[in-house]
């Protein structure tokens, strides 16, 4: 990309601040202080508009009115009478007040301009001092393959804690609390994914219905913190406390982020930055009707990807949270959107290529959400060779595999080893494929085997949205129940899907509060839930499914065998990986074709690693997804097994025979005995 001639934004030097802003498209822009003056701004190169202004300090307010073209038809939205926001703004507050007012166009005629002023209903842009001590900090290294995700609302954990001060719940420091990070670095995990942390906005419908986007997924301010998990008037510098203290515990920092959209949705949406400063630029438009959107995110616009000016836009907005707000990776919402040129998506695509080049970006992670609802948009298997991906192919195998559906083996065994099937192809290793059982989106671990069917009435919206296909099992009736036996059938099962997340080669991914036993009420769709259904309940957890997610992490941390790097079948790695029957025979072709077999032994051999130790033990990983206990039969070692994790807790081993009998609905683990 050419040398840009100014720094975008509002830069604060001391004595005065320097503001920029670009739209090629406008006649004139004005910078307006709020409750101060209106400054008309100077025009350069390029579309881009400046001003210079002595005594604007930190904490000082501002927005911008853009002059120009109003042809809605074409594409054009300038309209002066709406204040926007500053798209490189370090610090938005206020909230945006559902109404007329904030729509550029008359609510009764999209294409004729509105008149009514929206500068009392929309969010200004708030100047920083980005100063801040980071001395001290130490920033993990932890690399992909030998992470374990910890997916978290910064609000859902935090709100309800009885550990923290209640001025504290809900916000970043709420999170920095040693409550938190306590419970974080006992569990074990190594990185916290946040649920959208940037600055974010509730659509009107839910504004207008009196609840609230509680996920985040509809960004407006692409460099400021969230105002409203703040517990100061610095939501800046707070953050990046946060943020020392995670480092200081050892613990990564990966932020959920959402650049395939805008918060100002579609036609009907409000004009808040973007659509006013240059609509054409930002925005795909629907080639066939330039006053509409391509709507590749569902949520009524699709950034333009195409555009130069946006892919630096976005890359600024990624470099400036890793140099200056010390994150460690980042998840990408919709990540198909970012890689399309003109309508198709490309692995080699100007963004993709822009963010290999890239040094600041070349070592933080990078994880993808591989589809969108545009053309062709589910891409699992198909980003560039440093990237990650959510699988969701890895999710539905070991929901099908759990919940007994016969020919779901193959595919199960499959994803348990990395999918080779997805990734290999294009020369990718295990760490590729993010691995998860349950996400924020959809049901909780323990709802998976609690509910058949979605519950989420108090949505308002006739229970018909979240998804409908779960591939869950209630264990036996729906909800809550007293019956012992459903009761046990479900602690089974939502072990032995931990399990198996955390013994599989890829990258785990935990749901926040799966490790406690969290529960929706059957809610799979909790967008719009900032309130108990959504909150962790910390006075009712399960501490036995707390107890094994401990162990299993620490379990995972010692074993590289499972934190592979490569392919089982590389003939240039060690290890080896041996399928067997329940009787303990080698299974044949025979056995992975037929649909009623279910259960099997994974045993992983000679596993010696040129840079860990000489050798890792031998494991064997037996897996019983039926109702009723099963012996499983021993390979012969020269000094024996002993078990190491028991999902159940109630497995038999009988030395003399060589035999375990493994409960239904449970996964053992066995390790090769000590030599010494």
């Known amino acids: 990309m050419p040398t840009r001639e100014v720094t975008p934004g509002a830069v604060w030097e001391g004595d005065l601040t320097k503001f920029a802003v670009q739209s090629k498209i406008a006649e004139a822009i004005d910078l307006v202080l709020v409750d101060r003056e209106t400054i008309p701004m100077e025009r350069s190169g390029e579309g881009w508009f400046s001003a210079t202004v002595p005594d604007a300090g930190p904490g000082t307010k501002y927005g911008y009115r853009v002059h120009g073209l109003w042809d809605p038809a074409s594409g054009f939205r300038c309209n002066p009478t709406k204040l926007l926001l500053d798209p490189y703004a370090r610090r938005i507050d206020g909230e945006m007040n559902p109404g007329p007012q904030i729509l550029s166009h008359d609510p009764t005629n999209p294409l004729k301009i509105s008149s009514e002023d929206s500068a009392s209903h929309v969010p200004v842009s708030v100047i920083t001092d980005p100063a ?17 995700i910890y997916e978290v609302h910064l609000k859902g954990i935090t709100a309800d804690h009885p550990g923290i001060p209640p001025a504290l719940r809900g916000t970043y420091s709420g999170f920095s609390h040693e409550s938190i990070v306590e419970h974080l670095v006992g569990l074990g995990v190594t990185a916290v994914e946040f649920l959208p942390i940037q ?3 509730s659509e009107m419908h839910l504004a207008l219905a009196g609840r609230n986007n509680y996920w985040g997924y509809n960004t407006i301010g692409f460099f400021a913190p969230h105002h409203a998990y703040a517990a100061t008037q610095d939501p800046v510098s707070e953050f990046k406390t946060m943020v020392k203290t995670l480092h200081q515990a050892g613990l990564q920092v990966i932020l959920d982020v959402v650049y395939n959209h805008t918060a100002e949705g579609g036609v009907e ?37 195409s555009s130069p000016d946006v892919r630096r836009f976005v890359l600024d907005s990624l470099r400036y949270w890793v140099d200056e707000m010390h994150v460690d990776g980042f998840r990408f919402d919709l990540a198909t959107t970012m890689g399309r040129t003109g309508w198709d998506f490309d692995r080699s695509a100007p963004f993709f290529e822009e963010i290999r080049s890239d040094p600041g970006l070349q ?40 919940r007994g559906q016969n020919g779901s083996m193959p595919t199960f065994a499959t994803r348990l080893t990395g999918s080779s099937d997805i990734f290999e192809w294009s020369g990718r290793k295990p760490p590729a494929s993010i ?3 349950t996400s924020h989106d959809g ?10 069917r979605r519950h989420n009435h108090a949505n308002g919206e006739g229970n018909r949205d979240g998804h409908a296909d779960n591939r869950a099992w209630n264990s036996g009736t729906e909800g809550p129940t007293h019956d012992e036996e459903i009761t046990l059938i479900r602690q089974r099962r939502a072990s032995a899907m931990l399990t198996t997340l955390l013994v599989s080669h890829g990258v785990p991914m935990i749901l926040g509060g799966d490790e406690i036993g969290r529960t929706q009420s059957g809610n799979n769709n909790g967008y719009c839930q900032d309130n108990l259904i959504s909150w962790f309940n910390w006075e009712n957890i399960d501490l036995n499914r707390l107890d094994l997610a401990k162990r299993l992490i620490a379990f995972r941390k010692k074993h590289r065998s499972i934190r592979r790097s490569t392919w089982l079948h590389d003939p240039s790695t060690p290890g080896v990986a041996v399928w067997l029957r329940p009787d303990g025979a080698e299974m044949a072709p025979v056995d992975w074709r037929r649909r009623s ?9 000679d596993s010696g690693f040129p840079d860990s130790e000489p050798t890792d033990p031998d494991l064997l990983l037996a897996f019983n997804p039926l109702r009723t206990d099963l012996d499983f039969r021993l390979p012969s070692l020269l000094h024996g097994w002993r078990v190491v994790i028991d999902s159940s807790s109630e497995a038999v081993h009988v030395p003399d025979a060589d035999v375990i009998t493994v409960p239904g609905y449970s996964v053992v683990v066995l390790e090769e005995c000590a030599t010494g």
């Open 132 to 148: 801040f001590d980071w001395s001290g900090e130490i920033r993990p290294s932890t690399p992909l393959v030998d992470s374990v």
């Open 199 to 201: 600055q974010f906005l």
């Open 269 to 305: 949406g409000p004009t808040l930055c973007f659509k006013g400063l240059d609509n054409p630029a930002w925005y795909r438009l629907d080639p066939a009707d330039r006053s509409r959107y391509s709507n590749w995110s569902g949520t009524g616009n699709s950034l333009n990807f």
């Open 363 to 402: 070592a933080v992670h990078l994880i993808a959400e591989p589809w969108d609802i545009g053309p062709d948009g589910y891409r699992l298997g198909s980003f560039p060779e440093e990237w990650s991906e959510w699988n969701d192919n890895y999710r539905d195998a070991v929901r099908d595999y759990w």
């Open 435 to 437: 691995n998860y059982v």
């Open 443 to 452: 049901f909780t671990l323990q709802d998976l085997v609690s509910y058949q």
């Open 597 to 605: 077999r279910r259960s099997f032994c994974l045993w992983l051999k």
